[in-house]
């Protein structure tokens, strides 16, 4: 190995370290072909599992492209990067939700098998262990079929063993006896909105934010207060000081502080402790969604901000559907304080969710195949954001802005002001490319020029097609922003 003696680096990431300075000095450029791993582990006297991790190393941070049968070879310079989308610090008053015929339009089109991207924020299927659970799942029907005749209101107790165990890598301490699991992560929100609050309160929510959750508020009846959120940080901390300065003025503020739908931004950590020490102050109930807080980039998960709360004021919820099974439903929700109502309005609204697929799952993550499989589908969804912001920056005209997350799903496009994300959605949905209008995650008119992407497929030539054609959508659009297309909902 010529890397120094001394190096206390592993091995590979030695090996690595050469060929990326080999690659910096202009020896290897780019589109060049590595040499093969059986030649990398000869010419370095290290083994092929050692040849094969430095490849995968440099794989990982996008350095070089692995090619089916072929070998790795030097990636090509990647594009200037865009600037972040910009932050709308306007805040409006607390108004009644009215869902807007866009997003009723939306809703009828993200079932399109056709399109690609896909309209769903999820990880493709074949970066699902479907295989996996199949078998999991034939087993413990086998030997339990008399889940299929029965179920427990409780749910799963070696599902809420495993959740509660898992809990403890985002810093909270939780009883498996005080989860209560939920058909997914948007019954858990309902149900913890339920619980705090009545028709007629007002709830702060993110802005923008998951046009789902703006849904629930208006089936409620309940009042949304928009927050002016960074595209970086999230939520404005000081905006929802400003707003809930009156006493009793918010009962409740919904967030997702880790990789929310559909900004992807991180709250930092010292942001976290204050926001709870707000919501102490102020009296109003955090109910926190960390449903993507696995799909982090990072070397750690970022913490949940239940983390910061001794007393159990702020209500946890997540789910499993955006990591591993988006088909089987199942979400939970730990209200801390407000189990007891909690646990009865589950009781009320869907009494109980399916027995078998929860001991699938906790069988699942109890074998370790939850981590492993969580380890490639990070490393993977890592590698597809890069690839889609390059071709965003490649493809998109002048005057974009994007936003490039630590973690989760999305890309959050700032499109020159001027151009109305109804109608790029328009014209993309009838070419089969799936993107959400801006307008879709907000009540106002703020985002009318945002639109989101979602990087959950891998790439592919046909992707890169897609990503193409919609930036001479926007371009054809900020060459003509009257041109919008017939038919198109009002806005």
Same mark, same amino acid.
């Given at each position: ?74 990636? =090509? ?18 108004? +009644? ?8 339009? +939306? ?5 399109? =098998? ?7 924020? !999820? ?118 000081? +400003? ?8 009962? !409740? ?139 965003? !920056? ?98």
């Amino acid at each position: 190995m010529d890397a120094a003696h001394d190096d206390p680096a592993p091995l590979y990431r030695r090996l690595a370290g050469l060929l990326e300075r080999a690659m910096a000095s202009g020896a290897l450029q780019p589109g060049d072909r590595l040499p093969s791993v059986r030649r990398l582990a000869q010419q370095h006297d290290v083994s092929l599992n050692t040849a094969l991790q430095a490849c995968r190393w440099l794989e990982n941070r996008a350095l070089v492209q692995a090619r089916p049968r072929s070998g790795y070879f030097v990636a =090509p310079t990647p594009p200037a990067p865009l600037p972040e989308p910009r932050l709308d610090p306007c805040m409006e008053q607390a108004s +009644f939700v009215s869902v807007d015929a866009v997003l009723q339009e +939306f809703m009828r089109v993200v079932e399109d =098998p056709e399109a690609l991207p896909s309209f769903h924020a !999820a990880p493709a299927r074949t970066l699902l262990p479907e295989a996996k659970l199949q078998h999991l799942l034939a087993g413990i029907n086998r030997r339990h079929p008399e889940y299929a005749s029965g179920y427990r209101m409780e749910g799963s107790a070696a599902l809420r063993r495993e959740i509660a165990r898992r809990a403890i890598s985002s810093g909270v301490q939780l009883r498996p006896e005080e989860i209560v699991v939920t058909n997914g992560g948007m019954e858990a929100v309902y149900l913890a909105l339920r619980a705090v609050a009545n028709a007629g309160d007002t709830v702060a929510l993110e802005s923008p934010t998951y046009f789902h959750l703006l849904q629930v508020i208006e089936s409620l009846g309940m009042r949304a207060l928009e927050i002016p959120s960074h595209p970086r940080d999230g939520l404005s901390i000081e905006a929802l000081d +400003f707003a809930t300065r009156e006493p009793g003025a918010v009962r !409740a503020c919904v967030l997702l502080p880790n990789f929310p739908n559909p900004l992807g931004s991180l709250m930092p950590v010292a942001h976290k402790r204050r926001l709870v020490g707000l919501a102490a102050e102020r009296g109003f109930t955090l109910i926190e969604s960390d449903i993507y807080g696995e799909l982090h980039f990072g070397e750690q998960r970022p913490p949940a901000l239940r983390s910061f709360d001794p007393d159990g004021d702020v209500i946890l919820c997540s789910a499993f559907t955006k990591t591993v099974a988006p088909g089987y439903r199942l979400g939970w929700v730990a209200p801390g304080r407000h189990f007891l109502k909690t646990q009865g309005l589950k009781w009320r609204t869907s009494v109980a969710c399916p027995m078998l697929q929860q001991e699938v799952l906790a069988q699942f993550i109890r074998d370790g195949g939850y981590d492993h499989h969580l380890r490639r589908l990070r490393a993977a969804l890592r590698t597809q954001m890069r690839q889609m912001a390059e071709a965003v !920056a490649r493809h998109f005209p002048a005057g974009c802005r994007l936003s490039v997350p630590q973690g989760g799903l999305m890309l959050w496009i700032e499109l020159p002001r001027g151009i109305d994300s109804r109608a790029v959605f328009e014209r993309a949905r009838r070419e089969h490319i799936g993107v959400a209008p801006g307008a879709a995650f907000s009540c106002s008119r703020r985002f009318d020029h945002f639109i989101r992407l979602q990087y959950g497929d891998p790439w592919s030539p046909r992707l890169e097609a897609a990503i193409r054609r919609l930036g001479a959508i926007v371009a054809e659009l900020a060459a003509d922003p009257a041109g919008v297309d017939a038919g198109l909902p009002p806005a």
